[in-house]
């Protein structure tokens, strides 16, 4: 008897191709394109449409508006992460006293617990956000673990708006992710929601109860 | 039962499952038919908004069928190229003829890792190989996270629809339960509170599992990444909190490169929920890399056959590998909504389920599902990725009653009754010979009126339609005697 694979793959080859490959026409998706404050405003529509919460900024003010957020809502602390350069500038511009700024400097197994019961609210940056149906593209990694925009119940992500790109098919090329992609990368477009009890809408069921975008204007 | 079909699955025993019994009972549940009329008028609705331009919305159809296509045509060279991407990222691959090897694998993998736990995210692939059951068995935990199947798994049901699992459930109905099975957990019919209540259970239940599985959407060859679409996030935790995640996909699943995924996904979630996104939309491409705070040690994949090789070998049934599982053609199904999920007695409800099902398990064994159709063809219309489902089950019909037609269809033949034979040789028999056949039109038009509604045969017919009336005189009768270009 072979093995699985070789017999699976040996009926697949057997199979045979049948016919000429059938041409993609990808008219339909080049057809979404908008000048850049348009493509700001989409967003913005499709993702509050789902709940997502809009702070405006700009890229010297944005570290104040995150601390101003945070003491309005009263939050106790913030996850954020040092090694990030989005991250350190909010550190360095952070005032001591009120909300406290936590750093995502440990293995998860070191604060698995904390992380869980303890945190907040989580900070991330963004790499892109996507204009036709609104989403923010993250590529959490060292810098920025994968837990941080998920776990707390409150997630901050900083988008600057020069980054939003027409659709995802226009992200996916622009960002260069079909050649070589981190562990993990995702795009994001609002708060974690439900609909399994009787399709009525719930939100934060397992992930962020809220979501906050901090859109720096940096389009002049 | 064929050599590739679950033998292990509980529902379908040695013996034919009959549809057609589990659809009339559930015709007289009022319950179950109002839950599921309005959560469809919903998902119809909601979709239909998604899709203004119908211009639009046939080009994407077209760009779909065609990624999906290709992604066939070239499917052996896209796995390998899929497996050596996943090897170079530290995914480990393995493969699986059957479910229950599939099933042993995974238990394998547990085993070496010491994992008793494991936490669930959305994967109808799992269900396929009735995973849960099996580890249980071994003594190892499947706990569903996703919010429906959560729900239907404390009541020890299975998924009534492949996208919304507890669909067939109103708030009530939860409301008891909960009360009944979450430990001091008080009665509310809030959802809000509901959801709350499952988010607390839950929780605890990612931060303790040993290890996580999650199905997969879409899968990269060119770069060896594993898709997620969701909404509620519990497949992020399952995939990212654990020290180990187990992915299970069909081989089908394979697509050639990241960027033919953006159409598919945005036809998936228009289709399925009316969604022009969905909350989430995850790539895995590996176990946590170096210098990573968190995310799995291990990621192990898992590419399922059970069956799919056989359906790929013929060129018309291939197209139902076609599927992304966004469940638009059960929304749309007149025969789905008025029974529900669960009278399909099948992993996969619905139209897709109704050419799934038997090519997976037999045309015989599923002999009623071809059948459970009025080939209305709304099924075929609303597919993003136009496959011909009531072509092929009338293919499928074919199927199940002749052996002799060379195909390499899984139980073909076995449907055949000696009624159904009986009344089509009689058939052929009379209007293949002109004096025959005007001997039998002549008594059937002075006598068929006589004919009681219970007599056997016809009463299936007029069990719930009124007996057709012949005319006093046939055509050809009139035709002879009025005269007409050919008297
Ligand atoms: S057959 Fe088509 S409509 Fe039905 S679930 Fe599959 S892709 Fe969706």
């Not at chain 2, 469809?40 to 211009?55: E, N």
């Not at chain 2, 669960?342 to 099902?357: D, F, N, S």
């Given at each position: ?10 009926r ?15 008219a ?49 602390n ?23 700024l ?27 956000g ?16 994968r837990l ?31 050649r ?7 795009m994001?477009?609002g ?30 | ?8 699955a509980?529902v379908?025993a ?13 015709l ?28 639009d919305?046939?080009d ?15 499917l052996?060279e896209?796995?390998e190229q ?7 990222n ?24 010491g994992?008793?736990t ?8 799992s269900?396929?190989?009735?995973l ?21 798994q ?53 931060l303790?599992?040993?290890a996580?599985?999650?199905g ?26 654990p ?76 197209a139902?590998?076609?599927c ?6 059960m929304?749309?199904c007149p ?8 009278a ?20 015989g064994?599923r ?27 009338v293919r499928?019909?074919r199927?199940?009653?002749?052996e ?13 009754t000696?009624?159904e ?15 025959l ?5 002549w ?45």
């Amino acid at each position: 008897m072979p093995d699985p694979r070789t017999a699976i793959l040996g009926r697949l080859r057997a199979a045979g191709d049948s016919g000429p490959l059938p041409a993609l026409d990808t008219a339909v998706l080049e057809r979404r394109q908008w000048p850049a404050a348009e493509r700001v405003a989409r967003l913005r529509k499709g993702m509050e449409a789902v709940h997502t919460e809009f702070l405006d900024a700009t890229p010297t003010t944005w570290p104040a508006v995150v601390r101003a957020f945070c003491d309005r809502e009263g939050l106790k602390n913030l996850l954020f992460g040092p090694a990030c350069q989005d991250g350190a500038a909010l550190a360095a511009a952070w005032a001591p006293g009120g909300t406290q700024l936590m750093p995502y400097d440990r293995p998860v197994e070191a604060f698995k617990q904390e992380l869980f019961g303890e945190v907040d609210a989580g900070f991330t940056s963004t790499v892109g956000g996507v204009a036709e149906t609104g989403g923010l593209l993250l590529m959490p990694g060292p810098a920025e673990p994968r837990l941080m925009s998920l776990v707390p119940p409150v997630h901050i992500a900083l988008l600057r708006a020069s980054t939003i790109q027409d659709s995802f098919w226009s992200a996916v090329k622009a960002l260069g992710w079909g050649r070589a992609l981190p562990p993990n990368a995702l795009m994001i477009s609002g708060p974690s929601k439900t609909a399994d009890i009787e399709q009525t809408l719930a939100y934060g069921v397992h992930g962020p109860k809220r979501l906050i975008v901090v859109l720096v204007d940096d389009l002049a | 039962m064929s050599p590739n079909s679950c033998g292990s699955a509980p529902v379908h025993a040695e013996t034919e499952v009959h549809f057609r019994d589990a659809a009339a009972k559930a015709l007289l549940d009022p319950q179950l038919r109002a839950n599921f009329r309005r959560a469809m008028d919903g998902l119809i609705t909601k979709r239909k908004a998604q899709f203004p331009d119908p211009r639009d919305l046939q080009d994407l159809r077209d760009l779909s069928t065609a990624i999906r296509s290709r992604s066939l045509l070239n499917l052996p060279e896209l796995l390998e190229q899929f497996e050596a991407n996943c090897t170079k990222n530290g995914i480990k691959v393995h493969w699986a003829e059957t479910c229950e090897q599939a099933n042993e694998l995974i238990l394998g993998i547990m085993q070496a890792k010491g994992a008793k736990t494991l936490v669930k995210g959305k994967s109808m692939v799992s269900e396929e190989m009735h995973l849960n059951a099996f580890l249980e068995s071994k003594g190892i935990e499947a706990l569903e996270s996703d919010l429906g199947e959560y729900i239907i798994q404390l009541d020890g049901e299975t998924p009534s629809h492949i996208i919304m699992p507890a669909i067939h459930k109103n708030k009530d109905q939860i409301a008891r339960q909960f009360s009944q099975k979450i430990k001091d957990a008080k009665y509310t019919e809030d959802v809000d509170e509901l959801t709350a209540m499952a988010r607390k259970v839950l929780r605890q239940k990612f931060l303790d599992a040993d290890a996580g599985l999650s199905g997969v959407n879409f899968a990269v060859a060119e770069t060896g990444t594993l898709c997620l679409v969701e909404n509620e996030g519990n497949g992020r935790m399952s995939t990212h909190v654990p020290p180990l995640h187990i992915a299970v996909m069909g081989l089908e699943k394979v697509v050639a490169r990241l960027e033919d995924v953006a159409p598919l996904y945005a036809i998936l979630t228009r289709s399925a929920t009316g969604q022009a996104v969905s909350t989430y939309f995850n790539l895995i491409t590996g176990p946590r890399g170096a210098g990573e705070k968190d995310g799995p040690q291990e990621v192990h994949l898992v590419i399922l056959d059970n069956g799919r090789s056989r359906i790929y070998a013929d060129p018309q049934l291939r197209a139902t590998l076609r599927c992304i599982r966004c469940g638009a053609c059960m929304n749309h199904c007149p025969v789905y909504t008025r029974v529900g999920g669960h009278a399909y007695e099948a992993v996969y409800p619905g139209p897709i389920g109704k050419i799934l099902t038997p090519q997976m398990e037999g045309v015989g064994v599923r002999h009623d599902l071809i059948h459970g159709s009025s080939l209305c063809g709304a099924c075929g219309e609303v597919c993003p990725v136009e496959i011909p489902i009531p072509e092929i089950l009338v293919r499928l019909r074919r199927e199940a009653t002749h052996e002799d037609l060379g195909s390499a269809v899984a139980g073909k033949g076995t449907g055949r009754t000696a009624t159904e034979d009986w009344a089509w040789r009689l058939w052929a028999g009379v209007t293949k010979r002109p004096t025959l056949y005007r001997i039998a039109t002549w008594f059937a038009t002075r006598f068929g009126k006589a004919l009681p509604a219970g007599a056997p045969l016809i009463k299936n017919w007029t069990q719930s339609r009124t007996k057709p009336v012949p005319a006093r005189r046939s055509l050809s009768e009139r035709m002879r005697t009025e005269g007409g270009p050919h008297a």
